[in-house]
């Protein structure tokens, strides 16, 4: 980046201009005497921008909504080498300022834009030279507005407002009377922007436009439009309508726009007279798109373009039993659905990054979706860490205003199924070095007590799960032990053993005033009055808490009781693998998510066990913690995870439970691993790739004659370097436990 040269944020001097839901248009013209070989932009806006070079759109909604931390702000680094041409060239940017705060952003108070552009050894950065003006035909609609949790706001287009071709007008020309020299606001690292931070995850993937069909049902004088999507997605609607007088509003929606119990994200568009066509920017989503069109207009096409995090569903998943095929469809695209700036729990209610639901979309997601989404994880951990209070406290979601800490949430995030499970993935040291210190500083807010069981911290929220029957206090102290687990392995890692004794022997404490607590028949803090929770049984399995003589205990109990939420019933899941009882697993699941994944309306999970009443929380219908049996499939039924870090070492210690065959393959940072099984009562027999450079410790579970690549052995447990391998061996147990 050339340094001799101011890098100026800049605005307009109109009015108004750091109101909420304010949109701003910026052109400069630039003249080049040959075609550059290199032209690296670097774009700060506030809050979101759209890129045009020559009238060619170039970057589609970039930006990242507010912050890496509570002060500072996202800067984009954009390679435009291959659009620009000797002689005159166009640079026009459309700002959106969401000029609020939101559970997803926080609002620094102030409009503006920050380009700076190194183009050979020529630099071109926003100034006072630069022209802009509120576009005027961008308003926010009446009410219904938006619930307080999103810090977007309704956008309403008036085209009869417009500004014809303002992206490659002459600037002498009419279009561009209402521009004037921008307003020079600050420089790089000046408040309210403060630091800037490069972008870490990468420009949304375009789908392109895509056609669609709808059905227009006749009203009195306002007519319904529905369009059907393939699935719940993150679209832009495109609407070409004629309309013989112009003024006419046009309301658009999805199914989505009332949703979880509040309303949501919608637009409206007035029309002008003639033919146009006109495309929405603020991302909806949803199933169906709705539109109220006056009868007068007529409506030529209705179009979307879906975008969405840039990584692929790389993974691959196949079964025997239908149901869990359905299943894996639809947590697949509930996750998808759940991926942009952040992880968030909800794309309509809330856009809001809830650790809870990012340590099991991160599980899920290392098992689906190619390695492009760890840099969303590292994004996720940071923002966490970056947000940490002096007094060590760690809240979220992050970013935005939400202040409260989940005391259960949060150690969750910083132990083994959090942070330990992103590092033994990915390897990625150097943020492991940088979430410590802060796992470290807030596990010290925890104490025992007497009985060496956890100390309850209540924080702002003492929410356990969804749901009734929570025994609060061994919910806290199986995610304390768990996080415990978690930082001494972090611990040991960078060569803290005084850090990683202390962790133990805490846990230690942990495990005995936990198993203090259980009373011959179930795990039930002195205190607790109400129904056996099966949650913390689950934890006290998972954990290692419980040992093998209380499994069966613990089976009768969930065969009897249900109250965790979906949220929660991965562990359970998970815990019933543990405990050897993978068929009941599947069982149970399979009774506890039929009614969401047999739903012919819905493409994705809900956040409850039903809609409505039946829904917790708001009941949304798109919640991606729905699909942690995902990760226990991957992990226990194929049985294969990490030992290693980076998967330099992994195991594989197959489970089939139920299915009769089976197939599994996932990208990981050192290559595809597949797996795919057949499991009858007279034999089972596998085929696994092994990728180059990793080793696979393979466990068989039956004691009887095992065959690999045609070679007898004699043991159960043998070590595969990379290559193609198939495996026989006797009737596999249904019944062995995984290990944990």
Request: net charge neutral.
């Amino acid at each position: 980046m050339e340094k001799n040269i101011p890098l100026y944020w800049i605005s307009t001097s109109e009015e108004k201009v750091n109101e909420p839901n304010t949109w701003i248009a910026f052109r400069k013209d630039i003249v080049l005497d040959k075609v550059p070989r290199q032209a690296i932009a670097s774009i700060a806006a506030d809050t979101k921008y759209w890129l045009w070079i020559n009238g060619e759109p170039v970057v589609f909604e970039g930006g990242l909504k507010r912050g890496p931390n509570p002060h500072d702000t996202y800067y984009d680094k954009v390679d435009l080498s291959a659009h620009f041409k000797k002689g005159e060239n166009k640079i026009a940017v459309l700002l959106w300022h969401f000029g609020k705060d939101g559970f997803s952003h926080v609002n620094s108070g102030s409009a503006g834009l920050l380009f700076h552009l190194d183009i050979g050894k020529t630099a071109i950065s926003s100034n006072k030279d630069w022209l802009c003006r509120i576009h005027p035909a961008y308003r926010t609609t009446g009410k219904p507005v938006p619930n307080y949790r999103l810090p977007e706001s309704n956008i309403r287009f008036d085209a009869q407002k417009d500004i014809p071709q303002w992206q490659t007008a002459p600037l002498n020309s009419h279009s561009m009377a209402g521009f004037k020299p921008a307003r020079e606001i600050g420089t790089w690292g000046d408040a309210p922007w403060n630091k800037l931070v490069e972008r870490p995850i990468p420009q949304w993937k375009d789908f392109g436009i895509k056609e669609t069909t709808f059905e227009r049902r006749s009203g009195n004088g306002t007519d319904t439009i529905i369009v059907t999507l393939p699935y719940n997605m993150q679209m832009t609607p495109v609407i070409t309508v004629n309309d013989p007088v112009g003024g006419q509003l046009i309301g658009i929606a999805t199914d989505h726009s009332y949703a979880g119990g509040t309303h949501n994200l919608r637009a409206e568009y007035i029309t002008r007279k003639g033919v146009q066509e006109y495309e929405s920017y603020g991302w909806l989503n949803g199933e169906k798109i709705l539109l109220t069109v006056p009868s007068i207009v007529e409506v030529s096409a209705i179009k979307y373009r879906q975008t969405g995090y840039d990584a692929t569903p790389e993974g691959a998943f196949e079964c025997s039993d239908d149901f869990y095929n359905r299943f894996w469809d639809k947590a697949l695209c509930t996750l998808y659905v759940n991926m942009r700036d952040n992880y968030f729990d909800c794309p309509d209610r809330e856009r809001a990054q809830w650790w809870g639901d990012v340590v099991l979309m991160m599980g899920q997601s290392f098992y689906t979706y190619s390695t492009a989404a760890h840099n969303l994880m590292a994004k996720a951990i940071r923002e966490l860490i970056g947000w940490q209070r002096e007094d060590g406290v760690l809240h979220a979601p992050i970013p935005g205003n939400y202040k409260q800490e989940l005391p259960g949430q949060i150690l969750a995030s910083i132990g083994y199924y959090g942070f330990w499970n992103y590092y033994i993935n990915t390897g990625d040291r150097r943020l492991l070095e940088e979430m410590y210190p802060a796992v470290k500083k807030y596990l010290s807010l925890w104490k025992t007590d007497e009985s060496g069981l956890t100390e309850l911290r209540k924080g702002g929220w003492f929410w356990g799960d969804w749901g009734s029957n929570k025994d609060m206090h061994l919910i806290m102290a199986g995610w304390h032990h768990i996080a415990l687990k978690g930082a001494a392995l972090m611990a040991e890692e960078l060569g803290y053993t005084e850090d990683a004794t202390l962790f133990r022997s805490t846990m230690e404490r942990v495990k005995e005033g936990y198993n203090k607590c259980w009373n011959g028949y179930a795990y039930r803090h002195p205190s607790y009055q109400e129904s056996t929770d099966d949650r913390v049984q689950a934890l006290a399995v998972i954990s290692g808490i419980a040992d093998e003589t209380k499994y069966k205990r613990i089976l009768n109990l969930f065969k009897t009781q249900f109250h965790a939420s979906p949220y929660m019933e991965k562990y359970v899941m998970e815990a019933l693998f543990v405990m050897g009882e993978g068929e009941y697993a599947l069982e149970r699941t399979k009774k506890r998510f039929e009614e969401m994944v047999n739903d012919p309306n819905h493409t994705t999970l809900y956040e409850g066990w039903g809609i409505g009443k039946k829904g917790f929380g708001g009941g949304t219908t798109n919640h991606a913690w729905s699909g942690g049996a995902q990760i226990v499939i991957s992990q226990h039924l194929f049985g294969i995870k990490p030992l290693e870090v980076g998967y330099k070492t992994f195991l594989i210690e197959p489970c089939p439970a139920s299915f009769t065959s089976g197939t599994l393959s996932f990208p990981t940072v050192r290559g595809t691993i597949s797996a795919s099984f057949k499991n009858n009562p007279e034999e089972f027999s596998m085929k696994l790739h092994i990728p180059k450079g990793t080793t696979a410790i393979v466990r068989l579970s039956e004691q009887g004659v095992i065959r690999i690549n045609g070679k007898q052995k004699k043991a159960t447990t043998f070590k595969l370097v990379a290559g193609k391998y198939t495996i026989y061996s006797a009737h596999l147990s249904t019944s062995a436990s995984s290990t944990n």
